[in-house]
């Protein structure tokens, strides 16, 4: 992995700027990790991608994760602290040969049906998400989009030696191909089991770092225009040369202003 400068971080957000959540993970990560084709990162699990975003937000801005969530029963305002490590399932998982382009490809043999898949990726997110106008998050139950991000990932249909169509399936099959994508893939779903302080309600909530990770770096691009815009101001240097400076250095000088 590649640390990003300040100035190739802006960069960056500016390029993901009028993007889909999708894209703006899949251009941080080909920054990030010029080393993997692109092609590649497309082609990734979501929990292969969502690790590597992961390793790219520990190098960005640290381990600590600050979460918030508004209990649906009462509406009491949650805030609490996580470390990444804590949802990094298996760090092993991301480690894999991720250079060459390689298909990762499984079996499944249940009622009558042999199946031959591949776990979804981004490219399989975003074209179910462009058909039906939904969110990532949303494709969990057994819907028409979720009908269609299995047909993607299958790549054979056998019933007793021979081939059949995806629309035979009976569902039953689907829910247990659905369950094995699950089980295969688990760092593509986060979830947090929440208790309301206030009225003791239970419920869960997704954690998704593609969209954590871009609300921080929209963040943090904002601070960093205004920082550069108050220096330039007051100093008369160039963005590049703001850019260049250390945090510590942009900070003092910051600070000198107001003295
Ligand atoms: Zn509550």
Known sequence: MKVLSADELLTVWEQGLNQPLLRRALILLAAAFPEIPPDNLAQMS??????????LRECLFGQALLNTAVCPECAERLEWQNLLSDFLLSPDQ????????????????????????????SLDIAAVINSHHLQEQQLHQLQPQQRQLLSRCLLK???????????????????????????????????????????????????????????????????????VYQLAAAYGWSEQEILRLSPVRRQLYLGLMGA
């Open 157 to 227: 249909i056998e019933q007793e030696g021979n081939g059949c169509d995806f629309e035979e399936l009976p569902d039953a099959v689907l829910q247990t191909l659905s369950a094995r994508l699950e089980a295969l893939d688990p760092q593509a779903d986060i979830r947090l089991n929440l208790t309301c302080p206030e009225c003791a309600h239970e419920w869960t909530v997704l954690f998704d770092i593609a969209s954590f990770l871009w609300t921080e770096v929209n963040d943090w691009s904002e601070r960093m225009l205004q920082t």
């Open 46 to 55: 979501i929990g292969q991608r969502d690790g590597l975003l992961m390793q």
């Open 94 to 121: 991301t480690k894999a040969p991720l250079h060459k382009a390689q298909l990762h490809e499984f079996d499944l043999d249940t009622g009558g049906y042999q199946l031959l898949f591949r776990l979804p990726n």
